[in-house]
């Protein structure tokens, strides 16, 4: 059974980070693909960045909204994808999922406020 | 703003048939994903590529391109289809992953 785990999350005043982790288990998570995304309270959902896996280079892309802010990185040894996000702002309180597309986490509500 | 571009909201009679469309010039090259997402649930993946449904997915979710739309047909739709469907694929770049902005789809 494909199962996405995630841990972090919580609440952060403006300006400063938190790490999103999201352990993965029942596929071959070296070779997956792996998505962030996020849904702000009430809204839809916005896809926040991916990695590749090792055998592409596992080369980042990030939305115009986090880039320079957040980096995806992962440890394909403990199955594990990392958010780290800088620099946090009010609008990116929202609830964080990782996904394989097919397969999602339980989400991580990140809360952005002084 | 979204490069994918769907109604905010469809209704549809119960056992009836509904076509919620999502629209987008990035969808003359890319297909368009489709996900259901219940309140406090996180999304469900119904539908990928030209036409195919996830294990578990009934068959009454269909999908269709024609030119810049995607469409997500629900043929005799159930009470518990109501829901938020959201399509996604690539943007115009290609290199970013885009969703839509999600229609609200009420089974009266």
């Known amino acids: 059974e494909v199962q996405l785990v995630q841990s972090g999350g919580g609440l952060i005043k403006p300006g400063g980070s938190l790490t999103v982790s999201c352990e993965a288990s029942?596929?071959?998570?070296?070779?997956?693909?792996m998505v962030w995304v996020r849904q702000a309270p009430g809204k839809g959902l916005e896809w926040v960045g991916r990695i590749k896996s090792a055998s592409y280079g596992g080369a980042t892309n990030y939305a115009s909204a986090v880039k320079d802010r957040f980096v995806i990185s992962r440890d394909d040894s403990s199955h594990t994808l990392f958010l780290q996000m800088t620099d946090l702002q009010i609008e990116d309180t929202a609830v964080y999922y990782c996904?394989?597309?097919?397969?999602w986490g339980q989400g991580s509500l990140v809360r952005v406020s002084s | 703003s979204s490069e994918l571009t769907q109604d905010p909201a469809v209704s549809v009679a119960l056992g009836q048939t509904v076509r919620i469309t999502c629209q987008g010039d990035s969808l003359r090259s890319y297909y368009a994903s489709w996900y259901q997402q219940k309140p406090g649930q996180a999304p469900l993946l119904v539908l990928y590529g030209k036409n195919n449904r996830p294990s578990g997915i009934p068959d009454r979710f269909s999908g269709s391109i024609s030119g810049n739309t995607a469409s997500l047909t629900i043929t005799g739709a159930q009470a518990e289809d109501e829901a938020d469907y959201y399509c996604?694929?690539?943007?115009?770049?290609?290199?970013?992953?885009?969703f839509g902005g999600g229609t609200r789809l009420s089974v009266l």
């Open positions: 996904t394989t597309v097919t397969n």
């Open positions: 029942g596929f071959t998570f070296p070779n997956a693909w």
């Open positions: 996604h694929s690539r943007d115009s770049s290609g290199d970013h992953l885009v």
